[in-house]
Structures are given as structure tokens and as C-alpha cells.
T-cell receptor, first 110, second 113 residues
Framework: AQSVSQHNHHVILSEAASLELGCNYS??????LFWYVQYPGQHLQLLLK??????LVKGIKGFEAEFIKSKFSFNLRKPSVQWSDTAEYFC????????FGKGTRLHILP | DAGVTQSPTHLIKTRGQQVTLRCSPK?????VSWYQQALGQGPQFIFQ???????QRGNFPDRFSGHQFPNYSSELNVNALLLGDSALYLC????????????FGPGTRLLVL
């Protein structure tokens, strides 16, 4: 069965720290990969996406993610986080249907 | 340009009742998807509507049904409500040109007592 796993449920970092949020999926074949973010009090919004081509994709606000096909992973990274990055982050692979992970709550200490 | 709008914002029902939730897609979008997000979980795909027909469906019982109107707005209906149906219901729309990118609404929070 299709599934997605986000490794961390809660992450607390200080400003300027580096961030990596893990995401693994169980799909085979062609997969589209998404990271969504939900800032406090706001709607879910797309952070970045991978369809094909360069496995390193860049999104909004300095985020990037790397698709590693052999590891079925699509980890989200940011070199230096800001307090405004406090949010919940969802990994969402799509085969014929999109499936969201359980989310990672990121809290950045000022 | 209005984004995706949903109504109502909050709703309280009792077990066994029926509920209808509404969604208006972003301007220019013709595809609407519905998701259920239980507390502490990610959104779960319920179904997707395109050209007034259900195009895809997730693992939800037939108690969950929907409709899409000619103006692309959509309704989600849930019959015979259960306590476990309490959740945030999200609507997302996408355009015919960039169908993989979905724009989400604020959701309707349903509480079943």
C-alpha cells in the first residue's frame, strides 16, 4: 500500500540553525513529490514540488528538497532558519492520489 | 483575486445527522478536491471533482458524497454522522494548466457530538 513517513513529529531549533526534515514514501513507479506548509492561522500552501529533472528543487523562502530515488526519500532542507519558519510541514507524494504525511511541527526559538 | 473559500467555518452536529459543506474554487480553477484532517494528522484525500463528476476517490465510505456545479463550486455531504467524523474538512482547487498544484481553503471545522 502507498504510504508516507515523516521522521520527526516535533522539531525545535534556534534561529540560524540548519534544518532537515525527513520524508520517505513507499510508492513505486513515477511519483510527484510535494512539501506543503501551514503557518499559524493560515491555509496550507505549497512550499515546493518535484515532477522530474534536477532532483534538487528549490521552493519559496529559501527551502529546498532533494529527491533520492534509490532511498525513496524527499527530505526538506533550509541552511539557516528564521523565527518566521515556525509552522507545520507536510510531505505529500502523489502516485494516482496524493497522500499527506502526518506533519512535522517546527518551532523556531528567537 | 479571491482564493479558495469554504463555508461554514465551524459546525456542530449530533450523531446520525447529515451535513453539507461548501467550497468555491480559486478563480480560473475547475478541479476541486476534498480532504479530511483529523487532529494531529495530515489531510486525507476524500475525492476529487472535475467537469461535475467524481474523478478520483480515497478510502472513504459511501456516507461521504459530493457534487460539483457548473460554476465549479462544490459540496461535500456526509450522512449518518459518526463521532469519528469530527475533523477539519479542507477544500483545494487546481487549474487546468497546472493541475498538480493545489490551492487550499481555510477549512470547515466539524464537531460531531
Amino acid at each position: 500500500a502507498q504510504s508516507v513517513s515523516q521522521h520527526n513529529h516535533h522539531v525545535i531549533l534556534s534561529e540560524a540553525a540548519s534544518l532537515e526534515l525527513g520524508c520517505n514514501y513507499s510508492y513505486g513507479g513515477t511519483v510527484n513529490l510535494f512539501w506543503y506548509v501551514q503557518y499559524p492561522g493560515q491555509h496550507l500552501q505549497l512550499l515546493l514540488k518535484y515532477f522530474s529533472g534536477d532532483p534538487l528543487v528549490k521552493g519559496i523562502k529559501g527551502f529546498e528538497a532533494e529527491f533520492i530515488k534509490s532511498k525513496f526519500s524527499f527530505n526538506l532542507r533550509k541552511p539557516s532558519v528564521q523565527w518566521s519558519d515556525t509552522a507545520e510541514y507536510f510531505c505529500a507524494p502523489r502516485d494516482d492520489k496524493i497522500i499527506f504525511g502526518k506533519g512535522t511541527r517546527l518551532h523556531i526559538l528567537p | 483575486d479571491a482564493g479558495v473559500t469554504q463555508s461554514p467555518t465551524h459546525l456542530i452536529k449530533t450523531r446520525g445527522q447529515q451535513v453539507t459543506l461548501r467550497c468555491s474554487p480559486k478563480s480560473g480553477h475547475d478541479t476541486v478536491s476534498w480532504y479530511q484532517q483529523a487532529l494531529g494528522q495530515g489531510p486525507q484525500f476524500i475525492f476529487q471533482y472535475y467537469e461535475e463528476e467524481e474523478r478520483q476517490r480515497g478510502n472513504f465510505p459511501d456516507r461521504f458524497s459530493g457534487h460539483q456545479f457548473p460554476n465549479y463550486s462544490s459540496e461535500l455531504n456526509v450522512n449518518a454522522l459518526l463521532l469519528g467524523d469530527s475533523a477539519l474538512y479542507l477544500c483545494a482547487s487546481s487549474s487546468p494548466m497546472i493541475i498538480e498544484t493545489q490551492y487550499f481553503g481555510p477549512g470547515t471545522r466539524l464537531l460531531v457530538l
